[in-house]
């Protein structure tokens, strides 16, 4: 049976300041599957604009855990809720409460003190709109990788949202059996990562690839340093490199078979880069040529440029 685990997050987003964490419960009628995420606008009651584009407003977004709780980020003030934005079809807002108070009818009043939480319930006025999403792991050996997850992609670096996982079978084919409609990222502990929209119906022949990574070491000297290496950015495919240790230079970077161009950024103004070599290939001249494991470390030179 696929397993369900869920993250949260509910951030209100707004210039002001942010107060204290603030709790909530989400529960959804019938015990159906809660949205992976929806919005919530807040529209500031007394001293705000008459009117401000949908999109100018604060708004709650909403992302439950497996139990159904979730937390909130909020700074103080008084606001009216407005209607959902993102909830599957079929789903509306039933009751939504603060401290006892109808958020449906009385406006929202935070204050930096509050200790209570927020309680909404969510009704369903027809069977869920769930279809499957299946597909099949390339790149693998049977046995590698035995889960993959679902879920709404970040956004605005906020957290990630709610996921699903289900076991990856022996040929790498695999199923999740009931999605609701939105956009999400199907990936392997954020390797191997592939966009898919949901709709009205199944999705079918999804492919995962998983990268075949090549990881190359590497070492960076810069003559005439006296101190920590300068902080500089090394780049394979466009990627930088990883572990990067200022003291003693060395630095490793992932890259796939075929050719592999190298860079620098972020080279300090009193430094020039003098080479740049893997064996006897330059690297300045052409990319580093992979069609196996690595023999070679990566050498990069700087030099000052008086």
Not at 84 to 97: A, F, K, T, W
Not at 111 to 127: K, Q
Not at 157 to 163: L, V
Request: aromatic share 6%; charged share 15%; hydrophobic share 40%.
């Amino acid at each position: 049976m696929t397993s369900v685990v869920f993250s949260v997050f509910l951030l209100l987003q707004t210039a002001a300041p942010a107060s204290d964490w603030v709790t909530g419960r989400l529960s959804v009628e019938g015990g159906a599957p809660a949205p992976s995420s929806f919005a919530l606008p807040l529209m500031a009651v007394g001293g705000g604009p008459p009117s401000l584009p949908p999109g100018a407003y604060p708004t709650l977004t909403i992302r439950p855990q497996i139990d159904g709780t979730f937390r909130m980020q909020v700074r103080s003030g008084e606001f009216r809720v407005g209607a959902p934005v993102g909830l599957p079809p079929g789903y509306s807002v039933q009751s939504i409460e603060y401290g006892g108070v109808d958020l449906l009818r009385s406006p929202l009043k935070i204050s930096s003190d509050d200790s209570t939480e927020f309680v909404i319930a969510l009704a369903i006025s027809a069977p869920p709109p769930t279809v499957s999403v299946s597909g099949h792991v390339t790149g693998i050996a049977p046995g590698q990788f035995q889960r993959i997850a679902l879920r709404e992609p970040i956004s605005n670096g906020g957290e990630w949202g709610a996921a699903l996982e289900t076991s990856i079978g022996a040929d790498g084919a695999f199923t999740f059996p009931k999605v609701l409609p939105g956009n999400y990222i199907v990936y392997m502990r954020l390797r191997a990562v592939t966009q898919v929209m949901v709709g009205s119906k199944d999705v079918t022949g999804l492919i995962v690839a998983n990268p075949q990574d090549i990881l190359v070491s590497g070492h960076l000297i810069a003559e005439g340093a006296q101190t920590a290496i300068p902080a500089i950015i090394i780049e394979g495919n466009g990627k930088p490199a990883t572990s990067l240790n200022r003291n003693t230079g060395t630095f490793v970077l992932s890259l796939g078979k075929g050719e592999n161009p190298i860079s620098l950024r972020n080279i300090p103004e009193a430094y020039r880069l003098k080479s740049m070599t893997y064996g006897e290939v330059d690297l300045q001249k052409e990319p580093l040529k992979l069609d196996g494991p690595a023999f070679f470390d990566i050498i990069v030179r700087l030099a000052p440029k008086n």
